[in-house]
């Protein structure tokens, strides 16, 4: 449990974290991290779904020696979850990325990385050393451009893609488009400032270079779309409404040219599943994982809770592969009641742009052990030690009626 010295009088749970950083933040950025799409029903609904379920405390089962940890990507990680990929942190502070990263080494804890972070992933990568990360991916259309970022995170060290599959389309975000959101011109996408020209190498070419396209008039990013008889791919410089979206993609050609690029340095992942289906489909096509996931609420409002997901796609997995999940987690219970509903992993995203805004990587360091405190007190008083251990057996869930049934 956290020492008397560690806490953190004016912050000590999530719910106030949150708080902090609503004051923090800027309209914009507040608005971007912070909305569901549409009504936000499916975002709520992400936060409810915990509290459908209640913890059956197990007594006498002497939890003086508790490990939290859990084996990910051959490493201990100190808890039950990592940190999300999330994008553009350096709206939330100036540490950005680099912040998060430098907290999840120091807490030990593994790092998700958006593919449209506001640092470079080679950047992310020296700063996280050896304590594991991986890449968030949009597959684009134009397979160039991911195929360069996937080489670039092979050879910095990378442990695995997370494929985003759930954004063919992207979700109507309306505060995103009544604020006309886009990202402040003295940021950048970092991962694909390089394909705007060189970068390293000669600084006098490099610095040549930039002044010639500086003259240039630049052409403005176009979002792909069909025509009526054809599909016509993005173009232009990559931005996140331009090019993250791909209506294109499917499980028989992309999941496998995907492999044969990330072989064998990088497993990969998908990162929105949500039925039994398509966990069976993942499954079939060789994928190391799976991340219960629906974009934290915003992509298909109405879609259902990723909690509600996860035991149909726990059960279509039979253990063949990990399954991981993201979405609503705003306390150390609710760690808890994931993993016992089968989840071998959790990831965690708002919280953690909420801890950069409150105080950049000490922010993100307060994120962390104020979860972790709480998933250890949590499986000392249900009477587990051991991670592994955490099951069904210690939940019952709540009908609409308010009468206990057990799973």
């Not at 996408?189 to 008039?217: H, I, L, M, T």
């Not at 409404?241 to 992942?269: F, G, Y």
């Amino acid at each position: 449990m956290a020492k008397g010295n560690q806490h953190d009088l004016d912050c000590l749970t999530i719910d106030e974290l949150e708080q902090h950083a609503y004051h923090l933040m800027d309209k914009q950025t507040r608005d971007y991290y912070n909305e569901g799409a549409d009504s936000g029903s499916t975002l709520r609904e992400n936060l409810d779904a915990y509290a459908k379920y209640r913890i059956r405390p197990r007594v006498l089962r002497d939890v003086s020696n508790i490990d939290t940890s859990v084996e990910m990507f051959g490493r201990k990680n100190s808890t039950g979850f990592g940190v999300a990929p999330t994008a553009m942190q350096c709206l939330a502070h100036h540490e950005g990325e680099m912040g998060t990263a430098r907290a999840c080494k120091k807490a030990k804890v593994a790092m998700g990385l958006s593919s449209f972070a506001t640092t470079s992933l080679e950047d992310v990568a020296e700063a996280s050393e050896d304590n594991p990360h991986v890449l968030q991916l949009y597959l684009f259309e134009d397979r160039e451009h991911s195929r360069k970022l996937i080489q670039r995170a092979k050879k910095a060290g990378y442990k695995a893609v997370f494929l985003t599959v759930d954004t063919p389309y992207l979700g109507r975000r309306n505060l995103e488009i009544r604020n006309q959101f886009k990202l402040p011109p003295h940021f950048k996408v970092a991962n694909f400032a390089e394909e705007e020209g060189p970068s390293g190498g000669d600084q006098q070419a490099a610095n040549s270079a930039n002044e010639a396209r500086q003259r240039q008039p630049k052409a403005a990013p176009e979002a792909g779309y069909f025509d009526g008889e054809k599909r016509v791919a993005p173009k232009g410089p990559i931005t996140f409404h331009t090019h993250a979206a791909n209506p294109t993609l499917n499980w028989e050609r992309d999941i496998e040219w995907l492999k044969q690029e990330c072989s064998p340095e990088m497993e990969v992942w998908v990162k929105g599943v949500a039925t039994g289906e398509d966990a069976i489909l993942a499954v079939h096509h060789g994928v190391n994982g799976i991340v219960v996931s629906n974009h934290g609420g915003r992509q298909l409002n109405g879609a259902l809770a990723t909690l509600d997901a996860l035991p149909e796609v726990v059960e279509a997995v039979q253990g063949k592969i990990p399954v991981h999940v993201d979405g609503g987690i705003r306390h150390g219970t609710d760690i808890f009641k994931a993993l016992a509903l089968g989840a071998d992993f959790c990831w965690v995203g708002r919280p953690a742009l909420w801890g950069l805004a409150y105080k950049g990587q000490a922010g993100v360091e307060h994120m962390i052990r104020l979860l972790s405190d709480e998933f250890r007190l949590c499986m000392g008083l249900a009477g587990v030690t051991k991670v592994k251990d955490i099951s069904k057996e210690y939940l019952v869930k709540i009908d609409k009626s308010g009468f206990v049934a057990k799973l």
